[in-house]
């Protein structure tokens, strides 16, 4: 089975909905959420990760309960990256950081990687260097999510500043499939005005060098371009309670469809859909509770009449 090596901080979280309810400590982040969805799907997860240990025991016991792989977690006396995921809606959000891990390094991912392997980069703020990501391209396919380079998890934003822009942009590059929300797009590239302001920011996400481009749109369902062509998918209906981990979720399944049928858009965005639509639809952060299997996901594909 091929690996996906997941990088990026987990966290120790404290959750601020809308009404003012308050949950902590959560395990949060891209990485805890993707791994453990991917694990939960029948992927190959491996966790590679900076933390402290501060960490509760419970958290990586959510790990090992579904299988991910911790062989890339050090732990150090640095401390782990700790924070305040404020909801003003539930669709709009901010971070505030308390405390952040050490940075991740391409050299943090354990040695005996396999020659086909998919490395799925997902910061929550800049924790893994863009110049990073060129060291792993040459081991295998590179995902990047780019909510921490700038978007919705990030402490600072571009805002379309060039400069602040360069590192970034060289990374796109070096990416096989380039992730991110209109929100985080936003944020790094200021306010697009138009009918199709996501069009505009997977422009300018493909001229950097992104081969494959894949925006989601919180309601209105997911974009997917290569430049050449475009489709939209609508997004799946559901009684919605918690969108904490819908986009890293969304991003799991996307990334488990899109290596079993690469170039077939519908499978793989919709795949990512319906992952997310059985996680928002309970709360708690990262829990093996909230995550489908495979087998759930395809029997809700079926029922939506997409060929599986």
């Given amino acids: 089975m091929r690996s996906i ?41 491996v966790l590679c990760t900076q933390a402290g240990p501060d960490v ?47 940075a991740i390094r391409a050299r943090d991912v354990p040695t005996s990687v396999e020659s086909d392997a998919v ?27 780019l909510g921490g380079y700038g978007g919705a998890t990030s402490a600072t934003h571009p805002g379309g500043e060039i400069g602040a822009l360069e590192r970034t942009h060289a990374m796109l590059a070096h990416c096989s499939l380039v992730k991110a929300s209109v ?31 894949v925006l989601t749109l919180g309601e209105r369902g997911a974009l997917v371009t ?34 079993e049928k690469p170039s077939e858009w519908e499978y793989f965005i919709q795949f990512g859909q319906a992952t997310a639509s059985y996680v928002v639809q309970r709360s708690g952060g990262v829990s093996a509770e909230r995550m489908p299997s495979r087998e759930l996901v395809l029997e809700r594909l079926r029922k939506e009449g997409i060929d599986v």
Wanted: with cysteine; glycine share 10%.
């Fill in 5 to 45: 090596y997941v990088l990026g901080h987990i966290l120790i979280e404290s959750i601020v909905f809308p009404d003012g309810q308050v949950l902590e400590p959560v395990l949060g982040s891209p990485a805890a959420y993707s791994s453990v969805a991917l694990a939960c799907l029948g992927s190959r997860a």
């Fill in 56 to 102: 509760p025991e419970s958290f990586w016991e959510t790990f090992r309960e579904v299988g991910v792989d911790l062989a890339g977690v050090e732990v150090s006396d640095a401390g782990s990256t700790r924070n305040r995921l404020i909801y003003q809606t539930l669709e709009k959000k901010r971070v505030e950081y308390l405390h952040k891990a050490q």
């Fill in 119 to 145: 490395f799925y980069v997902c910061p929550m703020d800049h924790e893994i260097d863009p110049r990073e990501v060129a060291s792993l391209a040459s081991g295998g396919r590179v995902v990047v999510d």
């Fill in 183 to 213: 929100e985080d797009c936003t944020y790094i590239y200021g306010r697009v005005d138009g009918e199709s302001p996501e069009l505009a920011y997977a422009e300018r996400l493909l001229a950097a060098g992104s081969r494959l481009v």
């Fill in 226 to 259: 290569d430049g050449r062509s475009s489709a939209r998918f609508a997004p799946f209906r559901c009684d919605v309670r918690d969108t904490t981990g819908a986009g890293d979720t969304f991003a799991a399944g996307m990334l488990h469809g899109w290596l």
